[in-house]
């Protein structure tokens, strides 16, 4: 019977192993992609770039270290807060901002909602500490009587947690923008901070009946509340969750409930735990061995779709946190399908202290924090925590296409959605369906005037070892930036590349040999038609408003087969890498604050058929 007991207690989907991932795809660490198939239809939208010398065009402060973002959907609109520093992180001053936006794409000028901490007059700086800091592993509370409460927590620089919290702080958000008192709603229970040795006033002294009710709600909210827990690691029986690993490593949880009712908890560095009564208790947190991700976070949640998903970055080096990656799940148990969501990774501009690389601690919307309209799953995330991001993510997630494509984008709204397409667009490289040549005749846009960025569509088609694509491209200039146009088979091979260069030249390549197809005119749009014969012959046709220009040009690199098509407005890049010195200091980027002159170029009739 003993033995029985101990093999029932090792299965997938008990305490000993609440998830497992089956997939088998695992990322290859030699480029950012990881030589992953995209999940298709994935929308990267840049919120905040960071600027040091024109702070107006960022934070209003030029704090260059952002960070830790946060996500909830409420009144119509998305609310994504951030941590930001000047330089660093865990250095002072550190305060959070928030922003707002309708649509998940355009977004407000960040505010301030937690500014640095000022100690009242006579409480000095604990000996060991340098001074004080934002920080905060979880960001909304909305209440059942349709409050908005905005959290993050105080401590010390440079470890605010246990000893070096002070406490949690929460305000209100009203419908008109504006915002409530700062309270603290929990002090540490390491230390012994009270009304009065801190800054603000404790919750229960506020005249607002209503607001002291929602925070007695949220404290009340075993789950909500577990996304506190490692900052102070309550000595005082608050949490339900026992550290019986005594592991510092087991932080920053996200959490979700399971097909069968059960409560999975993730946490950092591939740990999760359960519960069966809603975060009551907890089962010790164990290593999931499936599971390889570094010191970021873990974000797992139910989908629209009925299914689950898992997001994180699956590498173990702590400081190149990329690519971003979503899993599926029928049942909250058993993973498969390892996608991209965010494989970008453009040069850090501003050297930093524990500025990792890549697109860092991703958050979803917590359970119970809005509903976006449609069946998008959304992801924040910082990239070299630097610069803010959010994803759209369509479910359910797919990574494979049937058929043939035919997009003009005339069904698409102005500034909306572009389906089917996956979009990288930085704040000064957008990416929109813009009305061009008409409002009739819509194309796809991509602008850049960023030195160190570039735009980026992608459109994923029926995976084949022959394919037919027609496209029209439209150049609004032939003497600044470049376009980019390959063909990449489902690793991010690039066997096929053109360029409309910044030399008003069209460009191809045959194998490795550049070849110069022709001058291009400004305003005039290009028909282009691609036969691509991948696994035979290793070769393509490529013809230019009807003329065949190339016959027979070897493929770039070998592949069997190609799927898909990819428009930017920026050279291939593969740095940083895994071997790009992390914390070597250096100075800004030259440029790096500074607009270029625009680049735009305009995509429309997208073609394909393979085989």
Known sequence: MLLWANALLAQTGTASEPVRYIGGEIANPSVQDGALRYAIGVENRQTLRANRTHPEEADGYGWTYNHASNLAYWNGQFYQ?????????????????????????????????????????????????????????????????????????????????????????VREVYKNGTFGPIYFIRYTSHGDWNESNTSYPFYKKSPDAGFVAACDELLADKLKTLQWWDEDRGKDGFYSFKDE??????????????????????????YASLSDDEGKSWSKAVKVPTLLM????????????????????????????????????????????????????PERRFYGRWKDFGPCYVRGIVEGDGTPPGNDMWLTYTVNKEDAWVSRVPVPVRTTVTGPVNDNFDA???????????????????????????????SLELTD????????????????????????????????????VELNDRYGNRPVRLRFDADGVLKAWNGSEEKVIAPYTPGKWYQFKLVVNASVKGTFDLYVDGRKVLTQAQLSEAVTSVE?????????????????????????LSGADEKEAPATFYVDDVQVNSK
């Open 412 to 442: 698409m709204e102005v500034n909306g959605a572009v389906k089917d397409w996956n979009i990288y667009a930085p704040k000064w490289a957008p990416v929109e369906i813009a009305a061009f040549p008409s409002a009739s005749n819509k």
């Open 564 to 588: 898909r098509i990819s428009f930017r407005t920026g050279p291939y890049r593969n740095v940083p890498n895994r071997t790009t010195p992390n914390q070597q200091q250096a100075p800004p």
């Open 245 to 270: 690993t005594d592991n510092s490593k087991i932080e920053a949880p996200s959490y979700y409930h399971r097909a069968d009712g059960k409560v999975v908890a993730l946490w950092k560095f591939s």
């Open 294 to 345: 570094p010191g970021g976070k873990n974000w797992g949640q139910k989908t629209r779709d009925g299914r689950y998903a898992m997001s994180f970055n699956p590498i173990a080096t702590q400081e190149y946190r990329f690519p971003l990656i979503v899993m599926t799940s029928s049942d909250g148990i058993i993973y498969n399908d390892m996608s991209l969501v965010h494989s970008e990774v």
């Open 449 to 484: 005037t960023d030195k160190y960025d570039y735009a980026r569509a992608i459109r994923v088609f029926q995976q084949g070892s022959e394919a037919t694509l027609a496209f029209k491209v439209l150049a609004k200039q032939n003497s600044a930036g470049l376009l980019d």
């Open 81 to 169: 807060h951030y941590l930001s520093g000047p330089v660093d992180e865990h250095v002072a001053p550190v305060q959070t901002l928030l922003m707002t936006s309708r649509d998940g794409r355009r977004w407000n000028k960040p505010v301030v909602i937690f500014p640095p901490y000022k100690a009242p007059d006579g409480v000095k700086i604990p000996e060991g500490y340098t001074g004080y800091m934002m920080h905060q592993r979880m960001g909304f509370h909305v209440a059942k009587d349709g409050r908005l409460l905005v959290l993050g927590f105080y401590g010390h620089t440079e470890h605010p947690f246990k000893e070096g919290g002070i406490g949690r702080v």
